[in-house]
């Protein structure tokens, strides 16, 4: 997997690199993640760590979760959407000052936990019987 | 994984072969997740599981249906299983929504006696779902709870072709109303988790809880100390399909 | 065939492909659109999981592997008639079996997720042998491919064919065991299902064969010798006789079990599935071809051979969608003895229409097979060379 995020990064960066002659001196047309953080504080880990490796943190997490059954643990998703869910449409996903969708949009990288898991903090279900 | 299940060693044994020629340095990744559960065996189950702790293989959670008290007509369990998991979805072709748990009918042929009694995933103890799956997505954790790991369902169906209680659908069409704490969505197989989250919680599944008369038992079918495993030691209790000797953990009284 | 004039003959060749290219892509618009929408643009439900897409993917897929029967005949079995037709089969084999992976793999809930199936492997399922069972047949037909078309590598053509032979043998076994390995089902769940696709795929995979070369000989207009012709369709008359003698013993056997009385009168006499079963497999699939194939003024005619052929391919349409959604649109029988009702059709028959996108995704798969046949016979050297006095040596030895 490790060669292959290498791979993707690399190819990622000569995307990135390629149109930069056309932009260059034109900054204000490359849109920067504009990141609403609704409940500033302390996250499970730094910044800095969260931004590089909150994807292999989930995706352990999920992992021991689901197959070994291994609740509590500090990195959790429905933990991120608690905090992170924006104050105004109470999601992590709409619009581009949203959490996940901000950066996701910006670093181009396709979002796929949203197809199964809800991303409105304390979201209740109707239920109806079909 | 395979140890108390010769029919799945078998098969096992037969597909390590076929991995063998080529492709043997897949599997081995499989094997590990069963070795690290086994590891966290040692974690005696409680009720309340605590943080950090793994599903103990020493529990065999399951469920007592009696039959005989299945109200015709009611469907609390229903109502209970699909709002507690938010399976809520109305599609034109009502062949399409997904049913983690309905009433059965049954009418004896012979002197037309009426049965009632929910169906759901049987929670098998050898699973044909569990075999088929060619991404290991279908599986069956450490305390008997049969659960489909939605990352890496292709949608292939195979599963659903494989079970024998129809317990299994296929998500038809893109979800938004999920529970937070019960994902599911499109193109990926579903079916009843023992309300799973529930469980590690310390509760009852949700259809158990709202059984107004009472006809269903949950708990740890290898305890003989619970409720559960006493009854189906006193009384006459049945599996569905036993013939094909999966040993489900879903047993029913009265039928 | 009048004579083509080349240039009139390159532009129908273009023409060819790029019908082949449009209906391909379309196909693969197809499923995307059922990839976005989800499976209920689709006529495949909780009950009937598997639809047209799988029927036409599963005959594909068998096809490919019998067609290559053909070469399999001439570097393992030492027949020197079908030694010149081991690169046309190698070929159709490859482009079939593209067409078939092309379907069922578009078809599945997450397409998306396709690398997950190649990086996770559960070695108890059927499904997850074939992930292995089919790159290696590509690779393995490719090799061989390749031993037969570069003289330098020709030495080693027998050991390749020999190796395609058994991988071929063991794909197929594979095909039949996704069926076989199932204990919930009535129509499923018999070893005989292995041997049978097996044979099934023989049949199939030749009268595909016949059709293609007839084609590929009438563009060139050349005339199929009698000898050649003789030969391949007395082999067809054996592989659809055979075909025909596994699903007597099939149904014979399970309608005696008195579990599966019910299922049996359902598939053969009770549901929309019993006409397709003796029109669509029996009598147009089978006894007409095998009419065709050993009457006096038929028997030696390239066009009713052909229609022969023809006649069977469409026989295994009917023959694969009686087995897949017949087998699936009989209840499960969960309570034996019992009358059965519940909002989740227990108890009850199913009825499959399939929608416009599962058919165009099936017709795409169809449309790759042919593309890339088209394509490939136009760019390399896949035209049977018969050196006749060698055959006719060959004849009067074995005659």
């Known amino acids: 997997m490790k060669l292959l995020r290498i791979l993707f990064t690399s190819l990622a960066a000569l995307v990135a690199v390629l149109p930069a002659p056309t932009l260059a001196g034109e900054g204000g047309r490359t849109a920067k993640p504009v990141i609403e953080i609704a409940n500033p504080g302390k996250c499970v880990a730094p910044a800095e760590e969260m931004r590089r490796n909150h994807m292999d943190m989930l995706k352990h997490q999920r992992d021991r979760t689901l197959r070994q059954g291994i609740r509590g643990e500090p990195a959790s998703l429905n933990a991120c959407i608690e905090c992170h869910a924006s104050k105004t449409s109470g999601s992590v996903l709409g619009g581009k000052e949203n959490f996940c969708q901000s950066c996701h ?7 796929d936990c949203w197809d199964c898991h809800q991303p409105k903090a304390g979201f209740k279900a109707a239920g109806v019987r079909p | 994984m395979s140890g ?12 390590a072969g076929v991995a063998g020629l080529g492709f043997t340095a897949i599997a081995p990744g499989l094997h590990l997740m069963a070795v690290a559960s086994e590891a966290n065996a040692a974690n005696a189950a409680t009720e309340t599981r605590k943080a950090g702790t793994a599903a103990s293989p020493a529990v065999r959670w399951g469920l007592l249906i009696d039959a005989n008290k299945c109200a015709p007509g009611c469907t609390k369990c229903i109502d209970a299983c699909h709002t507690e998991n938010g399976v809520s979805e109305q599609l034109p072709d009502p062949r399409q929504n997904s049913q983690w748990i309905r009433k059965i009918e049954l009418v004896d042929k012979r002197n037309g006696r009426v049965t009632q009694l929910p169906m759901m995933c049987q929670h098998c103890a050898n699973p044909p779902c569990v075999d088929v799956c060619p991404t290991g997505a279908s599986m069956k954790r450490a305390d008997g709870i049969v659960l489909v790991d939605r990352h890496t369902c292709i949608g292939c169906r195979y599963c659903m072709m494989a079970c024998p209680y129809k317990a299994r659908s296929f998500v038809h069409a893109p979800l938004t109303e999920q529970n937070p704490e019960v994902p599911r969505g499109q193109g990926c197989v579903e079916s009843c988790t023992l309300c799973v989250h529930r469980v590690d919680k310390g509760q009852q599944p949700a259809c158990v809880e709202s059984c107004p008369a009472g006809a269903m038992t949950f708990g740890d079918l290898n305890d003989p100390a619970s409720e559960i495993a006493k009854r189906i030691a006193s009384v006459p209790t049945s599996q569905v399909r036993a013939d094909l000797r999966l040993n489900p953990g879903v047993r029913y009284q009265g039928i | 065939m009048a004579t083509l004039n080349p240039r009139h003959e390159e532009g129908f060749f273009y023409l060819l492909a790029g019908i082949g290219g449009l209906v391909s892509a379309i196909g693969f618009a197809a499923a995307l659109y059922m990839e976005h929408s989800g499976h209920v643009v689709t006529g495949m439900n909780n009950q009937i999981v598997w639809g047209l897409p799988h029927v036409i993917a599963i005959f594909l897929i068998i096809a490919a592997s019998g ?7 001439g570097s393992v079995f030492g027949r020197v008639l079908y030694k010149p037709r081991a690169p046309l089969s190698g070929l159709l084999a490859i482009a079939m079996l593209s067409g078939g992976l092309f379907v069922i793999m578009l078809d599945l809930g997450r397409a998306d997720r396709l690398m997950v199936a190649a990086t996770h492997f559960n070695p108890t399922s059927v499904f997850g042998w074939n992930v292995i069972l089919y790159p290696v047949f590509y690779a ?12 330098r590598m020709n030495p080693f053509s027998k050991a390749a064919g020999l190796a395609t032979f058994i991988w071929r043998v063991v794909l197929t076994s594979g095909t039949g065991s996704i069926f076989a390995f199932l204990v919930a089902r009535q129509a499923y769940g018999t070893a005989l299902l292995a041997p049978m696709f097996i044979i099934m795929s023989f049949s199939w995979g030749l009268a595909v064969f016949l059709v293609v070369q007839t084609t590929m000989y009438a563009w060139n207009n050349l005339q199929l010798p009698a000898l050649i012709l003789k030969r391949m369709k007395n082999l067809l008359a054996t592989f659809v006789a055979a075909v025909l003698y596994f699903t007597i013993m099939l149904h014979l056997v399970n309608a005696y079990f008195a579990k599966n009385i019910a299922f049996e009168y359902f598939i053969l006499f009770d549901s929309e599935f ?7 497999q029996i009598l147009v699939g089978t006894l007409l071809p095998l009419a065709l194939l050993f009457s006096p003024g038929s028997r030696d005619k390239v066009l009713w051979v052909n229609v022969a052929a023809l006649l069977v391919i469409l026989g ?3 023959q694969l969608y009686v087995f897949i959604i017949g087998g699936q649109a009989f209840p499960l029988e969960i309570f034996p003895g019992y009358d059965v009702k519940s909002s989740f059709m227990d108890g009850a028959v199913d009825h499959y229409s399939a929608s416009l996108p599962e058919i165009l995704l099936a017709v795409g798969g169809l449309a790759i097979a042919f593309t890339m046949t088209t394509i490939g016979v136009r760019i390399l050297h896949f035209l049977p060379q018969d050196d006749l006095a060698e055959l006719e040596a060959a004849a009067s030895i074995t005659d």
């Open chain 3, 274 to 280: 019993a006409s397709m079963f003796w029109v669509g």
């Open chain 1, 105 to 111: 949009s910006y670093a181009a990288v396709k979002l």
């Open chain 3, 316 to 318: 295994a349409y009917y």
């Open chain 2, 4 to 15: 108390n299940n010769p029919r799945r060693a078998f098969i096992a044994a037969a597909g």
């Open chain 3, 140 to 151: 393995l037909v490719g090799v061989y491919l390749w031993t037969m078309m570069e003289r």
């Open chain 3, 67 to 73: 067609v290559l029967n053909v070469a399999s005949m």
